[in-house]
């Protein structure tokens, strides 16, 4: 606390004398401003947190299957929204983006193939892909990616899945606990 009031006091002190023109104060969890603020060097935090137990077939060998968020019920966002397919990234800057997919294969002997992906405005995000090969009928296969990109203002994100063979499907399941995710997805601005 010592520390905080000493802060408070050297800005008061620059904001009087003139060397100053803003100031940031905290009360609480809220951050209060005075002053203005210019430049290009100030951070603004943008992420975004959603999972989705949804479940999609692969309808099409071969086909990209868009990922939903329609069951997403407890949105964590601030500069990113997601509309249940697009995730709209109001400032450009670099993002380091996770996602966990689940999928399961129910033929008897799988030999399937399962890529993920992510798009930024419609092209593929080089680094973003994933592939796993299901080998057990019914067996929960996990596709798992952490990456980082440069994204501009306004981007468009969009998570995908294709599978070679009708009977894969995104699709998990939870032996103990209230919540199960088949997608996870978690996107935070770090520069």
């Not at 137990?53 to 968020?69: A, D, K, L, R």
């Not at 996770?98 to 399961?104: G, P």
């Not at 796993?132 to 990456?147: G, L, R, T, Y």
């Amino acid at each position: 606390m010592l520390k905080r009031t000493a802060f408070y006091a050297v800005i008061a002190f620059l904001l009087l004398i003139g060397l100053a023109t803003a100031a940031i104060r905290f009360q609480g969890n809220n951050v209060l401003t005075d002053g203005n603020f210019t430049g290009g060097n100030i951070f603004i935090p943008s992420y975004s947190f959603h999972h989705s137990n949804v479940t999609i077939p692969v309808t099409v060998n071969g086909q990209w299957e868009n990922v939903s968020f329609v069951d997403d019920t407890e949105e964590l966002e601030i500069g990113i929204i997601n509309d249940n397919i697009t995730f709209a990234v109001d400032t450009g800057g670099v993002y380091f983006v996770t996602y966990t997919m689940l999928f399961q294969d129910s033929a008897g002997s799988p030999t399937s193939h399962v890529t993920t992906r992510v798009l930024n405005n419609n092209n593929e995000i080089s680094g973003s892909s994933v592939e796993i090969d299901p080998s057990k009928q019914n067996s929960e296969m996990e596709a798992h990616n952490a990456f980082m990109v440069t994204l501009s203002d306004n981007a468009e994100l969009i998570f995908q899945f294709a599978g070679d063979d009708t009977t894969v499907s995104l699709l998990g399941h939870s032996t103990f606990g209230e919540h199960y995710s088949t997608l996870v997805v978690t996107i935070r601005r770090i520069a």
